[in-house]
């Protein structure tokens, strides 16, 4: 199993959008896809049709009240992936979790177990550097970075790369396979501009940036509001197209 959290603090870059559209795309291609959601915020479990209440999740894992055998939901009509939802109560205990060192490789070892199971695992990680972001990058192989095509986006990529880089005196194999660059839309041109430095900012700060851009998409939106995998939507849809585009890419990559 390869492990891949997709991660960025800087919130709203599409993190929660890639990690099902690549795992939609996964499945589709007949691999073996489990979906952690790592973010308090429960996104990628909402979208992805987890249940939450009366059930086990990530939050019960982290508690020590179940295994993680017994929070995995597996695929069903709704989702070609199996998933481990998150709970909202996840973000209230937050400092708790963080307070107490052996937490922070639960999550780690409990994916260990479910290896044999599974090609690919991609975590979902909330838009900040918390215990539920750490954990995440100290239980992957690599990391994933979206970054959303604006002014803005490469800001905070220094201090980005640079904690992941601290987190490898614990996790040694650790390793950013790339930046992937979001909402791409070529009219505008600053757009073009941004596109043009990024090899320079690649450079720079010692990352690879992914050749499939994900265009900005309109039917994302529609397809995330009805809770169906944008392929679902429209197999022809420009997010359904880069997206497949980009786990062709990243299946080399990995
Ligand atoms: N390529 C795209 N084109 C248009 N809209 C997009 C695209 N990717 C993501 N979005 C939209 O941008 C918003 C944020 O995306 P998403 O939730 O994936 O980001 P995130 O990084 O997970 O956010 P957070 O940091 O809050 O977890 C959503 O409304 C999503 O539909
Ligand atoms: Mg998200």
Not at 67 to 75: H, P, W, Y
Request: overall charge negative; proline content about 3%; hydrophobic content about 40%.
């Amino acid at each position: 199993m390869v492990t891949i959290a997709i991660a960025n603090n800087k919130g709203g870059v599409g993190k929660t959008t890639t990690a099902l559209c690549v795992a939609d795309a996964l499945s589709r291609a007949g691999k073996r896809v489990l979906v952690v959601d790592m973010d308090p915020q429960c996104n990628t479990t909402t979208t992805a049709h987890g249940e939450i209440e009366g059930v086990n999740t990530m939050f019960d894992y982290l508690k020590e009240e179940c295994s993680i055998e017994e929070a995995l939901q597996k695929a069903d009509e709704n989702r070609r992936f199996d998933l481990i939802p998150n709970d909202p109560l996840l973000s209230v205990r937050e400092a708790e979790f963080a307070s107490q060192v052996t937490k922070l490789k639960l999550l780690k070892r409990g994916l260990k177990t479910l290896a044999k199971q599974y090609d690919y695992c991609l975590i979902d990680t909330p838009p900040q550097f918390g215990f539920y972001t750490t954990t995440s990058l100290l239980s992957c192989d690599g990391v994933v970075v979206p970054i959303d095509a604006e002014k803005f986006a490469v800001d905070g990529l220094g201090s980005l790369l640079k904690y992941i880089d601290g987190l490898k005196v614990e996790n040694e194999e650790l390793e950013v396979y790339g930046v992937l660059v979001t909402k791409v839309d070529m009219r505008h041109s600053e757009t073009k501009v941004f596109l043009e430095n990024m090899p320079t900012y690649a450079e720079h700060f010692g990352f690879k940036i992914f050749d499939s851009k994900i265009r900005v998409c309109a039917d994302l939106a529609k397809a995330q509001s009805r809770l169906i995998p944008v392929y679902d939507y429209d197999r022809h849809s420009k997010a359904s197209f880069d997206y497949d585009n980009f786990v062709d890419e990243l299946q080399e990559v990995v």
